[in-house]
């Protein structure tokens, strides 16, 4: 079978919970006749007909409440951010609607929605384009958020976000979009709340998400080859966390390093790193590493842009560094 | 004080209101003004907290609008959502309940005063930030629209109205809404409650434009004024533009000319509004208005109007008893309500 | 293709036009033109990055109104913000050097093509962000009232012009301030650059009412709408409210009926406009017209403006030189300007 | 000299730089005519006219914008957030505009301008009045972000926040407005970004800000009969965190616990604990423990809503627990 594009597997994903359910439908900045800025609605709007798939105006606070009021009444949207970060407009509705109308009206409403589109540091964008909202968005109470990284996943947590009763957001990365991989032909799931080990190792517990799992990986090639057994899971869960697996790490290697994109203050390391004091600081042999983007409005410039986030080789030092204290 | 804009006349005589109609109308006006007073007493005795807005005043036209609706309509509501749940259904005990924090409210005593939600009844909620509940509306009238449009189910006909104030006209998402829905022809009622003030802006000093309804012709929308001290003007309105959006036909903006008799909230001490000005509007009650069209149109006695304040009275009274009576929610279901469990 | 609306007819005769000033605009149109020729070339040969929007097709509306300004008077823009950045005289070494991203940008690299600012320029700012511009420039506009009337300094008469597309104009913000200005007459000039297209969004497709000058109305606002394609009556329109604007008289909304002869950014495949709507379009191009004008009107020769088109081609193509001959930012200074030093 | 309540020491603090430079205005609803719902600008309008106090329609993320529109050209806006909650609709204007033009502009612009107003779990407000924001700015670069505590402070601080050429969010507190507290009669500034030892003390470092640093001094008055001696730090600033002051403490005590009124996940506390993790780690004798509001939509049953945030009580048990562990 040929390899599927993650713009593709996101697609399918739409697709076929489209084909399985009525109630679900797509809705944002040209989503329809145009089929999406990421071509992930491509072909969409022709099967399923302009309601199903909504070309909205550029009105995100009212199209993501008007979502909202859909979900509350039995339908299932799925919002697309045709950027993530256009949905800093839809703020109040994401956070005192989706996220908190359910425990407001004491049970009486359910949200079922997605909100999903690209987000992270793509090639010169410039600051408003860059934007990492998982960080903006990590405190507000009755959201769940999830990361995507690759096709396989991408689908499988996608269909599990249409079908789960809850308001998901859910963190594409502009750059991964051309990432292929070899697809089941049959229907999958992908659990909204497990994190992914994608390697098991035995020297440090890396915990990354999103486009930095790649990273990750990179750095891994090179220090496998010096000898170092990294455990690199990728979160998939931003919010909550998947304490069941990282635990379970950490009491294997003792030793934690956090990549991530968001910039560092109140970014999603911070929350890893205080849950992990929380909880299994007798585990920990030395500091837990927090490797974050840089505190700074991601500048156009793409030599000072390359500087504000985490780079394989930094990472690469990073577990040498650490590794060498402990011996 | 601004000089006061002219209300349109409405004819009664285009009522055509039957004795039924008309009784029920006039028990739920007085349900939402009983139901305030009480609730009035109740905050200054200290039985109820936070934030509390009151209706008085402006009865004609949660019970114009409301009344005309089918049971399967919805509404949307503000902070000041006690006389529309009322309205809708929701029953005064449980209303009462939530204002007192109580398991046995609407909210589950989670919400309170600001957060009145029953989807038995079809409220999508009392919405605490202006204009928040302008979307929430649309979607359920969207909602409705894909059933009947997308998915072919033409009983999928039921109409959404959506309340909000004066000032919040001001709020962007109000005109994001009105542009969507007339763009879609969704089946919504705009239901402006223009009482001149917001907390303590006066609707002149915050719009450049006073007209509210006014506003809808810049969207193709049908926009309508009316004087929202007189129940049989709102309810005329509100039945033209339910027949319209129930038919497919699009959306209606309804201005009502209103006022409240109390201050903003419970809170609000009022000062900035002139004696003059309040005189005026309390001497357009519509409540009394609608007592005696009532009694001048025959379609009531007199005694049979005070046998419903008297019920009503005791259905109030009933509802602080069960209020006082219910059970605190239970500190072990803290957690509850937060997720949906699929 | 939807059916085109009638444009207005300019009588050019109305224009007045000086041969200095019908110099000064004829060279800033073919300024907008060749930088975004040469835009489009570079960004094809990977010179320059990320989204890039050029505006070829449009420059009548920013040489238009921005020729009429004053040198102290604000311009914001949107990330289609090359060419107005231009107009108000940023020099093209410093725009091309920004979107190379060179420390010599008018941005001094940090922003690129959707992040234009020269304080030096008064101008505000290219945003990225649709309709975020539009309460910034309402707030120049603001602070020249305010020095004004608050402070009482009479030279505080600057004018803010504000630029943004058809598509914008459906964004709650856009409504909010066309509020605000109207009711505090503040000195700002709102231009709707009306190209018939949101990116993939037709403007009917995404407006219930598609005449945008109208929505000026329901806010006591003046509201005209221009042929965007003609520079003289642009020109017309913002003379008449800048000079509103300046005696103290409020705010106009200005809608020009335009076209972007290229698709929505570098990025885009452009595959939903028709072939027709395009060549009806590029007919009308607004730098031929208006070159037809200078010469019929005896403003200038044929020669004097192939000097002119001569020596802009020098310019841009020096631009370029300029940009890659540019230092790259220094990365010691990757923390520069998050905040200011007291 | 009689006691100031704290919301005329605000009051003082905008009045007295409104007359110091006349390009401080404020703006936003009901400041003017009404006075502001907390009185914080009482009396102002009569005193300097309505466009120096403006009241605004309610278009937050206009009005915000406005703000730095006015910022940008020369003035110095204070703009006051009825309830803070209320400017989740004017995210976008305040993290893309305030926080980062500036340097997306490379220097172009400077955005002087104040945003302050009540923040924080109330008296039965419900879950959107009870709003803690500072969580979901703190990620936003170019902010920086206060809560004030006293009226001593809040006026020293709101007028160095108002002098400060940067944007800065004022948090204040919708429980504190009436401490009273005896103010100096000159002239005084308190620093952004200094934290405030509150009581020194060597067997632990309390950690705290805004209103929950009341509830701290009141468990530390049992702890103090019980022979306890913690030491108490009010952030103060919570963007940039002052971790001289922190560093010291720690350096002293070896123990660290956060009281914060934030929910948990993605709180301040949160980034607290990261923070300490990657500088003091080795100075650390336990892991430090984070006491933070619920994940939880404030409910407004009473009983509920005192369950989800952190009581005196509790405090003091931490402290107990925490010392006992260590002796
Ligand atoms: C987003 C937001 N901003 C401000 C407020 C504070 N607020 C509550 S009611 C109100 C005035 C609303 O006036 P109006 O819309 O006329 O309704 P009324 O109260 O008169 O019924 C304001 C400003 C709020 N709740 N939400
Ligand atoms: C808040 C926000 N939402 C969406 C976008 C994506 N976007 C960029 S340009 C555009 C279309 C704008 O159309 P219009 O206002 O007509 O301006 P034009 O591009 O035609 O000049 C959209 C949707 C954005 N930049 N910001
Ligand atoms: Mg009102
Ligand atoms: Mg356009």
């Known amino acids: 079978m040929a390899d599927t594009l993650l713009f593709n597997a996101l ?35 022709e099967k399923y007909g302009e309601f199903r798939v909504l070309d909205t105006p550029i009105a995100e ?7 909202v009021g859909a979900a ?11 950027n993530m970060g256009f949905l800093l407009l839809a703020f109040n509705q994401i956070a005192n609607n989706a996220g908190m109308l359910r425990y407001t009206s004491g049970g009486n409403y359910k949200i079922p929605m997605v909100i999903r589109g690209p987000g992270g540091v793509g090639r010169q964008l410039g600051a408003e384009h860059s934007q990492r909202l998982e960080a903006y968005f990590q405190a507000v109470p009755g959201l769940k958020i999830v990361a995507c990284s690759t096709p396989y996943n991408a689908k499988g947590l996608l269909k599990s976000a249409i079908r789960d009763d809850n ?23 992908v659990p909204l709340d497990k994190a992914e080990v994608v390697r098991p190792g ?13 990273h990750v990986t990179q750095a891994t090639k090179k220090l496998e080859q010096k000898g170092f057994d990294p455990e690199i899971i990728d979160l998939i869960s931003l919010k909550p966390l998947d304490f069941e697996t990282i635990g379970a790490s950490i009491k294997k290697t003792h030793r934690v390093i956090v990549v991530e994109e968001c910039m560092r203050t109140g970014g999603i390391g911070a929350e890893i790193v205080a849950s992990i004091n929380d909880r299994f600081f007798d585990e920990l042999d030395a500091p837990i590493l927090r490797m974050s983007s840089q505190d700074i409005p991601t500048p156009y410039n793409g030599k000072l842009e390359s500087l504000t986030i985490v780079q394989p080789r930094q990472i690469e030092e990073a577990v040498e560094k650490m590794m060498a204290l402990q011996i | 004080m601004a000089q006061e804009r002219t209300l349109p ?21 007085v349900l939402g003004r009983y139901f305030e007073d009480k609730c009035a007493e109740m905050y200054y005795r200290g039985r109820m907290f936070g934030f509390v807005h009151l209706y008085n005043g402006q009865e004609a036209v949660s019970s114009g609008v409301i009344k005309c609706l089918r049971s399967d309509d919805y509404v949307c509501s503000t902070y000041r959502d006690h ?3 009322l309205s809708v259904g929701v029953p005064a005990n449980n209303v009462m309940a939530e204002l007192f924090g ?34 929430v509306a649309l979607g359920a009238a969207f909602q409705s629209h894909y059933r009947r449009v997308a998915l072919g189910d033409s009983n999928a006909d039921q109409v959404t109205a959506c309340f909000f104030g004066d000032g919040t006209t001001n709020n962007g998402q109000f005109f994001e809404c009105l542009n969507m829905a007339a763009l879609w022809k969704l089946p919504i009622i705009f239901v402006v409650e223009n009482n001149k003030w917001a907390i303590g802006m006066a609707h002149e000093r915050a719009s450049s434009q006073t007209e509210i309804y006014q506003k809808a012709s810049v969207f193709g929308m049908a926009g309508v004024e009316v004087d929202g001290m007189d129940v049989l003007a709102v309810r005329d309105a509100a039945k033209t533009a339910v027949s319209r959006a129930r038919a497919g036909e699009g959306p209606t903006l309804i201005e009502c000319l209103t006022y409240r008799f109390r201050g903003h909230s419970l809170a609000d001490p009022d000062e900035l509004r002139t004696k003059e000005e309040k005189e005026e509007w309390l001497s357009r009650d519509p409540l009394k208005r609608f007592e005696t069209y009532l009694l001048g149109q025959k379609l009531a006695a007199a005694d049979e109007l005070k046998a419903v304040r008297d019920k009503i009275q005791a259905i109030v009274d009933e509802a602080v008893t069960f209020a006082e009576q219910s059970p605190e929610p239970d500190p072990s279901e803290l957690r509850s309500y937060i997720f949906a469990e699929s």
Chains 1, 4 share one sequence.
């Open chain 1, 11 to 45: 697609r399918e994903a739409v697709d076929e919970e489209m084909g399985r359910d009525d109630a679900v439908f797509v809705l944002g900045e040209d989503v329809g006749v145009y089929g999406g800025s990421y071509k992930v609605t491509k072909g969409l709007y």
């Open chain 1, 61 to 67: 606070n009212s199209f993501t409440g008007m979502a």
């Open chain 1, 72 to 82: 509350m009444t039995g339908l299932r949207p799925i919002i697309e951010g045709m």
């Open chain 1, 167 to 189: 308001p998901v957001l859910f963190f594409e990365h502009v750059l991964l979009y051309n990432l292929k991989e070899n697809l089941p032909e049959h229907d999958y799931l």
């Open chain 1, 202 to 214: 035995k020297d440090v517990t890396i915990l990354t998400y999103s486009r930095m799992r790649h």
């Open chain 2, 9 to 29: 006349v409405f004819d009664a005589a285009n009522a055509l209101l039957t004795r039924e109609d008309g009784l029920t109308v006039y028990e739920d006006m």
């Open chain 2, 83 to 85: 006389v529309h749940a």
């Open chain 2, 102 to 135: 109580k398991q046995t409210g609407c909210s589950k005593g989670r919400g309170g005063s600001m957060h009145l939600f029953s989807s038995e009844h079809n409220l999508l909620g009392g919405f605490a930030f202006i204009g928040e509940g302008i979307p």
